[in-house]
Every structure is written in C-alpha cells, then in structure tokens.
Nanobody, 117 residues
Framework: QVPLVESGGGAVQPGGSLRLSCSAS?????RGWYRQAPGNERELVASITRSGFANYGKSVRGRFNIDIDGADNSIYLEMNSLKPEDTGVYYCFIRREYMTSFSEYEWGRGTQVTVSS
C-alpha cells in the first residue's frame, strides 16, 4: 500500500466552504471520502471512478463536488454551503479494483472538518 496524503479541512462557519485534497500514486477503480462524526458510523461523502463517474451521499448532494486530476490521480472535494451536521473526520480512501471489498480499502489518516458558529 502507498500512503494517502490528505490536506485541507479546518473550521468554518455555517454556509462557508472548504476544500479537501488527497493524493496517492497508482491506479484505482475509485477514490473518494467517507466521514465519521462522534457516535456515528462512517458514511460515504463522495467518490469518483477512474472513468470520472461521481457518486455522492444523499446529505451532501448538490453542495459538494468531487473532481479528479487525471495527470496524477489527485482528488479534490469542494464543500459548499456547509452545515453543522457536516462536522466530522473526513477520510480519503482508495478502492483499487471493482471487486475490492470495503475491508480492503486503503485509508488516509483523516482530516477534521468543523462547522460551527
């Protein structure tokens, strides 16, 4: 496994925006982010396949946008109209192949996003 390098995150007021980035070398079927708030299970935020198909969690659809840089496979998550319920630790992940199970996903260390007035 290669390390996933994450950046971005931080604290912002409701309605604000943040941008996350994640880079890892090598090909992958899909990349993206999950998030986890205290006491909650990890939930999908957004993912994008090598062909550019994007998928979003229901709670962020229309507010977040995921993109991939084809040159180096870095991915970016633009988070707009942030709400307090978006608060949590955001984990970048890589799914190497379509048949890769969730337990085999590769994970970054996580970055904290806090939305509070």
């Amino acid at each position: 496994q290669v390390p996933l390098v994450e950046s971005g995150g931080g604290a912002v007021q409701p309605g604000g925006s943040l941008r996350l980035s994640c880079s890892a070398s090598g090909d992958a079927y899909a990349r993206g982010w999950y998030r986890q708030a205290p006491g909650n299970e990890r939930e999908l935020v957004a993912s994008i396949t090598r062909s550019g198909f994007a998928n979003y969690g229901k709670s962020v659809r229309g507010r977040f946008n995921i993109d991939i840089d084809g040159a180096d496979n870095s991915i970016y998550l633009e988070m707009n109209s942030l709400k307090p319920e978006d608060t949590g630790v955001y984990y970048c992940f890589i799914r190497r192949e379509y048949m890769t199970s969730f337990s085999e996903y590769e994970w970054g260390r996580g970055t904290q996003v806090t939305v509070s007035s």
